[in-house]
């Protein structure tokens, strides 16, 4: 059984710049989560889609988005590019979104350096 | 979200069983109790979750004690590839995953 796809693995982009990063789920799995890793903040919690429908959001600026296509697969986009944007980008997968008996299947994520 | 405290990190030796420890005073009823771990340039990795009741996989057990206030998981034989930081995490409904900043294990031969 293929686990979560995240591509790319590695990505360097420009201050300014906007990037796309992609994530396959499991066969199966319906809900699609995100989080950002940096050494400063640990794991943080961007948003979270069912459905083709975010149903959670995290504190972030409105220059990080995202979406889910039918076959739920998800994209996040981060516009206007900043230095602290810099960060492991990790994309779960549940069966079930959000809910407590579930766990989620992670990613190897896609490491994202401005610069 | 109710939050969880984990010691900042432990040591074990190789063979050995391990007992990580969490405790999470503000628990509701309804929240369940997540660990995963994190290897050292991989994305986390689901362990094991629990309510109320110890719940035992391939990879490790989940103690939780009765008041649910506090839980342990338990590597019953760590190895080297089990070096890694722990996460434990409540999980309730609609929420995301709050990692916080885990324990971290270190493993020697």
């Known amino acids: 059984k293929a686990g979560v796809t995240q591509t790319p693995r590695y990505l360097i982009k420009t201050r300014g710049q906007q990037v796309t990063l992609s994530c396959s789920p499991i066969?199966?799995?319906?809900?699609v989560s995100w989080y950002q890793q940096t050494p400063g903040q640990g794991l943080q919690f961007l948003f979270e889609?069912?459905?083709?429908?975010?149903?959670n959001k995290g504190n972030f600026p409105g220059r990080f988005s995202g979406r889910q296509f039918s076959n739920s697969r998800s994209e996040m986009n981060v516009s206007t590019l900043e230095l602290g944007d810099s960060a492991l980008y990790l994309c779960?997968?549940?069966?079930?979104?959000?809910?407590?008996?579930?766990?989620?299947?992670f990613g190897s994520g896609t490491r994202l350096t401005v610069v | 979200d109710a939050k969880t405290t984990q010691p900042n990190s432990m040591e074990s030796n190789e063979e050995e069983p391990v007992h990580l420890p969490c405790n999470h005073s503000?628990?509701?009823?309804?929240?369940?109790i997540h660990w995963y771990r994190q290897l050292p340039s991989q994305g986390p990795e689901y362990v094991i979750h629990?309510?109320?009741s110890n719940v035992n996989n391939r990879m490790a057990s989940l103690a939780i004690a009765e008041d649910r206030k506090s839980s342990t998981l338990i590597l019953h034989r760590a190895t080297l590839r089990d070096a890694a930081v722990y996460y434990c995490?409540?999980?309730?409904?609609?929420?995301?995953?709050?990692f916080g900043k885990g324990t971290s294990l270190l493993v020697t031969p």
């Open positions: 779960a997968s549940s069966l079930v979104p959000g809910w407590g008996d579930y766990g989620y299947t």
């Open positions: 066969s199966g799995h319906r809900s």
């Open positions: 889609y069912f459905s083709e429908t975010q149903r």
């Open positions: 503000t628990i509701s009823g309804t929240d369940y």
């Open positions: 629990g309510l109320t």
């Open positions: 995490i409540l999980k309730n409904s609609g929420y995301a995953l709050n």
